[in-house]
């Protein structure tokens, strides 16, 4: 088991920053992400980052604006987010997956958090 606990999450205005942290606790893994869902739409991939290698991969939407990074010491994964903007606003959910499939797809993930606000107003 894998125990995930994000932090970071609140209002801002576009343009501006925000810092996610999700700490993980439990079993190893493979590969962290994070995720966001809107109301009323899907729950949709941003960001991942091999935990071992480091190999980051994101969404094209948040590339250039977003960076994904982790401390294998304290077993913490972050999400930076500059440049907001109005769309950004969304849970923020991170997962962890032991299995190496598609990354992109949250079926790949076996443990979640229980999600972050992220509202960013225009």
């Known amino acids: 088991q894998v125990q995930l606990e994000e932090s970071g999450g609140g209002l801002v205005q576009a343009e501006n920053s925000l810092k996610l942290s999700c700490a993980a606790s439990?079993?190893?893994?493979?590969?962290m992400g994070w995720f966001r869902q809107a109301p009323g739409k899907e729950r949709e991939f941003v960001a991942v980052v091999l935990w071992n290698a480091g190999n980051t991969y994101y969404a094209d939407s948040v590339k250039g604006r977003f960076t994904i990074s982790r401390d294998n010491a304290k077993n913490t994964m972050y999400l930076q987010m500059n440049s907001l903007k109005p769309e950004d606003t969304a849970v923020y959910y991170c997962?962890?997956?032991?299995?190496?499939?598609?990354?992109?797809?949250?079926?790949?993930?076996?443990?979640w958090g229980q999600g972050t606000q992220v509202t960013v107003s225009s």
């Open positions: 997962a962890a997956t032991k299995k190496f499939l598609r990354l992109s797809l949250s079926q790949a993930y076996d443990y």
């Open positions: 439990g079993d190893t893994f493979i590969a």
